[in-house]
Structures are given as structure tokens and as C-alpha cells.
């Protein structure tokens, strides 16, 4: 009997959200997206694992397998390496100074970063060695953008902030051609989940939005996930299910996705 209290106790906590105090709940170790079983994290009712703090304002962020990257405006770039034990390690090897550092984002294949500037022209360095990275040239802001691709290579997601998120089709790779623009709502930046039939977007003031995208072409507005202090930056690690939030003087929120999710849907 106590056991079945407990239970219908947690999924009461789930179902009203809102909390930002981490409780004992557990997630259960189940595989993600890539197979893999997942750590068995402590949540709060919302899905959040832990705040990372910051002697700064989170503007935006970018996650490899390992690391974590911040932009924090003036305050320029900060790297964390980041464990995936218990819940959530974060280490800062190093910083990089000099740039109003206003976006990072990564290459495809991890071993570039790159810097958007106020001015919107983009530094790219070398970050083969996470603690000493190499700043190896300027460009602008057009030849390198925040997009996403389904895996499948069919389609491409831009977010255009206050213009919302353009689709594109990659029939053919060389020409993508724009199909359809999502404009119900800012897009800052965008991760995909559930074997890409799910987006998450930064709106802003308005947090996270969900989005049905099993049309990818005429993506449908589900439910909007409020977060105090709004975003602009989000990044997911699929591996391990865990999704980072930039959440500016707050920090960096740390998230289960899949907790998120179920709250959600």
C-alpha cells in the first residue's frame, strides 16, 4: 500500500509541474533514441536535473559528447567538460575572452566552434583540444547558420528569431528549397526528439514551444513549456537524453528529456 501512495504521489507531482526544487523522484533507466539506457537521474516535476551557475548571463549554448559550450555576451565563451554520472557533472577548463560573444554553435562533426559576434560575423576556432582552443578565422554570419537536419537528410530547420523557423527540403542537398515557415512563434534555436517527430524551439520571453513535426513541412503548435527568465539558446545531448536550456542570469538549465516530454504530452 505504501508503494502505491508513493507512485500516485510522484505522477500528481508530474501532472501539476511548476516546481523548481528538486524532489527524490527517479527516472527510470530506459533506452533513448540512440539505444543506449540511460543514467538514472533525481528530477524536480518539471524534468530538471540541476542549474548550472554562472558568474555571468547565459546567452546562448552549444553541447558535444563531452563539453559544454556558454556564450555570455561581453563576457565571451566559457567551456565546461561535463560528466553524465549521478546527477550532472560540470567542470570549466577554459574560457575565450575578447569577443560579445551573442551564439555559439558547433560543426557537424564537433571539432569546430563557432563564435557569432554582435556584429554577426562569426569566429571560428579549433577545438580538436578543448582546453586551449585556436581561433582560426572571421566570416560572416551568412556562410555559417544554427540549423538543424533530420537524420534521415530529407529536411533542414532553420530558426530566424522573431521570423520564425524555416523548413527546407534537401531533395537536393546543393539547393535546398524552402518549403514552408513556421511563424506562430520566435525560433531561436531548435533541437529534435522522438525519432524526429518532435521539435523543441526557444521562443524567447515564452520559454520552450513543442512541435508536432511528423509533417515535417507543416509543423503544429502542441503546448508551450513556460520557463521563467525565457530562453534563446537550447542544445541536446541524444546520447544521453539530457537537454541544456540557456537560461540567462539564471544560468544554464540542466534537463531529462524524456521527463519533459511525458509532462508535456
Partial sequence: MKEIISLVFTVLLVGCGGSTETTNTTTSPIANEKGKVEQTYNVDSDGKI??????????DIAVSKEALFVAKGKDGIEI????YEDNIKSELITAISGINAKSVSL?????????????GFVNIFDINN???????????QQEIQKEVITEDGKYKFVPRGKDGLEIYSLTEPNNPALESI?????AYDIVLADRDTKALIAAGAAGINLL??????????????????????????????ILF???????VLVYHLNTVLNKLL
Fill in 212 to 241: 508536432d513535426i511528423v509533417n515535417p513541412t507543416s509543423p503544429n503548435m502542441v503546448v508551450n513549456f513556460s520557463i521563467d527568465g525565457g530562453t534563446k539558446g537550447l542544445s541536446l545531448n541524444k546520447e544521453q537524453g
Fill in 130 to 140: 578543448l582546453s586551449s582552443p585556436v581561433k582560426e578565422r572571421t566570416t560572416t
Fill in 50 to 59: 540541476k542549474t548550472i551557475q554562472l558568474s555571468g548571463s547565459a546567452e
Fill in 182 to 186: 513556421f511563424n506562430k512563434s520566435n
Fill in 245 to 251: 536550456v540557456a537560461n540567462g542570469d539564471k544560468g
Fill in 107 to 119: 560543426s557537424e562533426n564537433g571539432n569546430k566552434l563557432y563564435i557569432v559576434n554582435e556584429e
Fill in 80 to 83: 565546461f567538460k561535463i560528466g
